[in-house]
Nanobody, 126 residues
């Protein structure tokens, strides 16, 4: 089993640049692909970004490309989501996810991820 704990959310003004963190514990050697998803009120959960265990496999949703950056520190079993130039439409609960599968087989589909964090709320005020 893998446990994921997100942190770094909160109330942010539009244009702000918070960083989310997700710390993994347990069988972390099996966390090949790490991802971030988000869910806004009344909407389905959507893909934000993912990163394979090696540096080459990184992918972003079009809505965040150029503004968000995913990175992972395998030595600390932590994945980050640097969010820049936040917009009110970025308001959502952000979830960290981990998959035993490798990128690019595991990418944007939530069903491909095996473990999920509890989520952290990010609210962007205009």
């Amino acid at each position: 089993q893998v446990q994921l704990v997100e942190s770094g959310g909160g109330l942010v003004q539009a244009g702000g640049s918070p960083r989310l963190s997700c710390a993994a514990s347990g069988r972390t050697f099996s966390t090949n692909t790490m991802g971030w998803f988000r869910q806004a009120p009344g909407k389905e959960r959507e893909f934000v970004a993912c990163a394979g265990r090696s540096s080459g496999g990184i992918e972003y949703a079009e809505s965040v490309k150029g503004r968000f950056t995913i990175s992972r520190d395998n030595s600390k079993n932590t994945v980050y989501l640097q969010m820049n130039n936040l917009k009110p439409e970025d308001t959502a609960v952000y979830y960290c996810a981990a998959s035993t599968g490798t990128w690019p087989r595991v990418r944007v589909r939530a069903s491909d991820y095996d473990y999920w964090g509890q989520g952290t709320q990010v609210t962007v005020s205009s």
